[in-house]
């Protein structure tokens, strides 16, 4: 009971750590882009949690860096136990979290030094002084430096919409804009930085709807920036954007829509030189299975596995990986040049045909075993090696699999009748 009274009591003040008229700046996901993200200034930025002692215990010390910094240096908290969105969204485990917002937004800095309002106000200003330099030295500040490449982002017109968008098989993420809107300049430089990441998957485009007026109206374009989605087979009903204004979030959005639409990755034999380069050059990654011999693993057990791997593919589509598959001996120089068939048959590989590298399933060939080999290697995690000879094996032209079961070749019967045989020969 005295715990419950205690806690109805300290509750307000745990839930506001820094009083609103004070020097911290309250940060919210409805205020943190415009105020932080967006901005040219430096930002030193708390992630705290009410409940924690650490936090409390930070808090006049916190309140003294920002008033020393006031007009230098930005200061604000978030109590990412209340908004966990953004203690997820900057990789937030433990309480106080703090980062500092300098010349690159996107990829704030952790600060680790001291608690002290000294210690913090010193890292506050080297990351401002760092800032000046850098556009000094003809470098850019903070907005531009988030930049992607201006060429990725697509100009449409109501001339070429159609042709460009409507018509085609692709994904698209339309800006309309004003010239003259604040929030779309504040999004152009995230808007060409995920078109750059982007690149080859959705395409992003940007149409001014103050000079195309005819396909802002059709599309009931009010307020700007409006950004729509266009999804393959459905452009005459676009649906709304309704991510952040970061790269980041329009990437993770975009690669969501990209996942639920597009289909799950075709998995082909290899049976000559180009069907592997198709399915694998180009790839990020680009998954290779060996599967016993048909004589080894009739058709109801070669076509479980291929079901395991289709499965499989469809859970990691997202990722835009080659998936191909060949029978045990029947590619020789490319089982030598990953390493497969050490240990047996079915064996899988994948490998990296831009830097020439592969990781191997070392584990079981199950749905499970796979499953976690390549999640570990979505994660950047396993271990790799150099393919042979630091190019493409040489890959033979054979019979792609009928889908029947295999057949041992007849033997021979051998007529021994019109043969003459000695007597010393005789059996």
């Known amino acids: 009971m005295i715990r419950t009274i ?40 708390e992630f705290f949690a009410p409940w924690c002692g650490h936090c409390q215990q930070l808090v006049p010390e916190y309140t003294k860096a920002a008033n020393a910094l006031k007009g230098i240096v930005k200061v604000g908290a978030a109590n990412v136990d209340e908004h966990k969105e953004l203690g997820g969204r900057y990789g937030v485990r433990g309480f106080p979290t703090i980062k500092i917002f300098g010349a690159d937004k996107n990829k704030p800095e952790d600060y680790n030094g001291g608690r ?28 531009s430096s988030d930049s992607g490449d201006d060429k990725d982002v697509i100009e449409l017109t109501d001339s070429n919409f159609d042709k ?25 430089p995230h808007w060409a930085k995920a078109a750059t990441e ?15 007026q005819s396909k802002a109206a059709k599309y009931g374009v009010q307020g700007y920036p409006t950004i729509k989605f266009f999804a393959p087979g459905a452009k005459d009903y676009p649906v709304d954007f309704d991510g952040g204004r970061t790269a980041s979030d329009i990437v993770s959005w975009a690669l969501d829509k990209l996942a639920e639409n597009i289909p799950a990755p075709e998995l082909n034999q290899i049976v000559d030189d180009g069907s592997f380069k198709e399915a694998c050059e180009d790839k990020p990654l680009c998954v290779v299975a060996v599967l016993p011999h048909i004589l080894d693993c009739q058709s109801e057990c070669r076509n479980n596995y291929i079901k395991t791997l289709a499965e499989l593919g ?8 080659g998936w191909v ?19 047996g048959y079915p064996a899988m590989a994948v ?11 070392r584990g079981s060939f199950s749905k499970d075993g796979i499953y976690e080999f390549l999640r570990d290697l979505s994660y950047g ?21 009928d889908g029947k079961d295999g057949v041992l070749p007849e033997e021979e019967d051998i007529d021994l009748s019109d043969v003459d045989l000695d007597e010393k020969d005789e059996l």
């Open 6 to 45: 205690l806690l109805a009591i300290l509750m307000p003040y745990c839930l506001a750590l820094y009083p609103s008229s004070g020097n911290v700046v309250e940060l919210t996901p409805n205020n943190f882009d415009n105020l932080v993200t967006r901005s040219d200034e430096i930002w030193i930025v």
């Open 116 to 143: 002290t309002a000294k210690d913090i106000a010193e890292a506050a200003l080297k990351a401002a002084r760092s800032k000046v330099k850098t556009v000094l030295d003809g470098g850019s500040s903070s907005r």
């Open 164 to 188: 460009l968008v409507v018509q085609s098989d692709d994904m698209w993420l339309v800006e309309f804009f004003a010239p003259w809107c604040g929030h779309c300049k504040n999004l152009a």
């Open 198 to 212: 982007l690149k080859g998957k959705v395409k992003l485009g940007a149409l001014d709807a103050t000079v195309h």
């Open 314 to 321: 469809e859970k990691f589509k997202k990722k835009m990986w």
């Open 325 to 343: 598959w060949s029978e045990a001996g029947s590619q020789p120089d490319l089982e030598s040049a990953l390493d497969i068939g050490g240990f």
């Open 351 to 361: 490998i990296n045909a831009k830097k020439m590298k592969y990781s191997i399933l």
């Open 381 to 401: 995690k396993g271990n790799t090696a150099p393919v042979k000879g630091q190019e493409l094996p040489k890959i033979n032209t054979i019979q792609p699999w």
